[in-house]
């Protein structure tokens, strides 16, 4: 089945320094990878996605690349703000693309990695 | 962007008891709706998906009749924790997609759920 497997945390950082979260993951066929972001009290929120193998995601000045060869696709931001502090989800989908788009199926997480920025 | 919440934001109720959860599309149409359980220090894990007007999917392992879904319009969703025990403390998350948009789905703040 589908599996995906983060760093674990928690990671602590300074203000302006460089962060990588590391995400793998193990299913079957060409899934789509997400990274969501839940900060303290709030829900989940999509920060990222990609759908094929080499595509970037980029948000917020967070990027993540789909690498197929290594079925990775690791979190990074140059750096990071106190603002940045929250969870990090990694994720897939199973996708289908239809004539109204693309449709994705349920999700599968990761165990999320907590991130703390300190000043 | 699109917003959902959930009602209460914990909650705590004695063994034996059942207990409602909401879950709302505030500015949007949900025609699917996910209900998943997130242990401590634990991914999420999706126990249902649930379309407007019919019945709840559940996982593998999930016991339908103990988690009651009801999915009766377009902006709401109830997961009913039927007979609780204190294995079922745990943190509820809902998320909410539009059939326009079918790639995202937007997730409430979650409730957590407190069994004694």
């Known amino acids: 089945g589908n599996s995906v497997t983060q760093m674990e945390g928690p990671v602590t950082l300074s203000e302006e320094a460089f962060l990588t979260i590391n995400c793998t993951y193990t299913?079957?066929?060409?899934?789509?990878l997400f990274w969501y972001v839940q900060y303290p009290g709030e829900g989940l929120q999509l920060l990222l996605k990609?759908?094929?193998?080499?595509d970037k995601g980029s948000n917020k000045g967070f990027e993540a690349t789909y690498r197929k060869e290594t079925t990775s696709f690791h979190l990074e931001k140059g750096s990071v703000q106190v603002s940045d502090s929250a969870v990090y989800f990694c994720?897939?989908?199973?996708?289908?693309?239809?004539?109204?788009?693309?449709?994705?199926?349920?999700?599968?997480f990761g165990q999320g990695t907590i991130l703390t920025v300190h000043p | 962007g699109a917003v959902v919440s959930q009602h209460p934001s914990w909650v705590i109720c004695k063994s034996g008891t059942s207990v409602k959860i909401e879950c709302r599309s505030l500015?949007?149409?949900?025609?699917?709706m996910f209900w998943y359980r997130q242990f401590p220090k634990q991914s999420l894990m999706l126990m249902a998906t649930?379309?407007?007007?019919?019945?709840?999917?559940?996982e593998q392992g999930v016991e339908k009749d103990k988690f009651l879904i009801n999915h009766a319009s377009l902006t709401l969703s109830t997961l009913t924790v039927t007979s609780a025990h204190p294995e079922d403390s745990s943190f509820y998350i809902c998320?909410?997609?539009?059939?326009?948009?079918?790639?995202?789905?937007?997730f409430g703040p979650g409730t957590r759920l407190l069994v004694l």
């Open positions: 649930s379309n407007e007007g019919s019945k709840a999917t559940y």
């Open positions: 994720a897939l989908s199973k996708g289908r693309t239809g004539a109204g788009g693309t449709s994705y199926g349920k999700l599968t």
């Open positions: 500015d949007f149409q949900a025609t699917t």
């Open positions: 998320s909410a997609r539009s059939g326009e948009q079918l790639g995202t789905q937007y």
């Open positions: 299913a079957t066929g060409y899934p789509s």
């Open positions: 990609a759908t094929k193998a080499d």
